[in-house]
T-cell receptor, first 114, second 113 residues
Framework: NAGVTQTPKFRVLKTGQSMTLLCAQDMNHEYMYWYRQDPGMGLRLIHYSVGEGTTAKGEVPDGYNVSRLKKQNFLLGLESAAPSQTSVYFC?????????????FGEGSRLTVL | AQKVTQAQTEISVVEKEDVTLDCVYE???????LFWYKQPPSGELVFLIRRNSFDEQNEISGRYSWNFQKSTSSFNFTITASQVVDSAVYFC??????????FGPGTRLSVLP
């Protein structure tokens, strides 16, 4: 069972470079999320999607863009990376029918911006 | 505003000791859901438990137990007879019907042999 898969797992960028993180889930979940994890700050929501073709801003959306062209995929883009975006990024999903249910997380993607 | 506080940043115990991780939440909603997640050193986030606001029964699962008290807005997590494999960061989280999660900052538990 793949569950939620994130690629890449590790990436080093220079300031100003762009990149895309891909999240894929095979559980037919409607809701998908991108979080970032920083020491002492828990998980903070960047953007989320409640269905194919829809996205919304979370707590810390600045500097990121997202797209949900297919139900199973949720892409997180950094157009011009900054050192403040050095973090571990987690994708998560959950069912619509169980919209009070738990989040299923990917393994995380560690991004370093020099 | 919704908020989750985990006042204990780091805890160290010796193996076989019992340890309680505190979680205090703030919300004005009457219907909400509380969660605990474990993040071991390998980095993945593992779901442990979900509790809804109408169910104040404590829950026990093996060495793990959870104490939910609405009167004090707390959802504490106790590990009995801790083991080295329990070493991890533990997150408490709050969610609402159809809405997003709010995570606490996490508590790092170190269980020493």
């Amino acid at each position: 069972n793949a569950g939620v898969t994130q690629t890449p797992k590790f990436r080093v960028l220079k300031t100003g470079q762009s990149m895309t993180l891909l999240c894929a889930q095979d559980m037919n979940h409607e809701y998908m999320y991108w979080y970032r994890q920083d020491p002492g700050m828990g998980l903070r929501l960047i953007h989320y999607s409640v269905g194919e073709g829809t996205t919304a801003k979370g707590e810390v959306p600045d500097g990121y863009n997202v797209s949900r062209l297919k139900k199973q995929n949720f892409l997180l883009g950094l157009e011009s990376a900054a050192p403040s975006q050095t973090s571990v990024y987690f994708c998560a999903s959950r069912q619509l029918a169980a919209n009070t249910g738990e989040l299923f997380f990917g393994e995380g993607s560690r991004l370093t911006v020099l | 505003a919704q908020k989750v506080t985990q006042a204990q940043t780091e805890i160290s115990v010796v193996e076989k000791e019992d340890v309680t991780l505190d979680c205090v939440y703030e919300t004005r909603d009457t219907t909400y859901y509380l969660f605990w997640y474990k993040q071991p050193p390998s980095g993945e986030l593992v779901f442990l438990i979900r509790r809804n606001s109408f169910d104040e029964q404590n829950e026990i699962s093996g060495r793990y137990s959870w104490n939910f008290q609405k009167s004090t807005s707390s959802f504490n997590f106790t590990i009995t007879a801790s083991q080295v494999v329990d070493s991890a960061v533990y997150f408490c989280a709050l969610s609402f019907y159809g809405q997003n999660f709010v995570f606490g900052p996490g508590t790092r538990l170190s269980v020493l042999p």
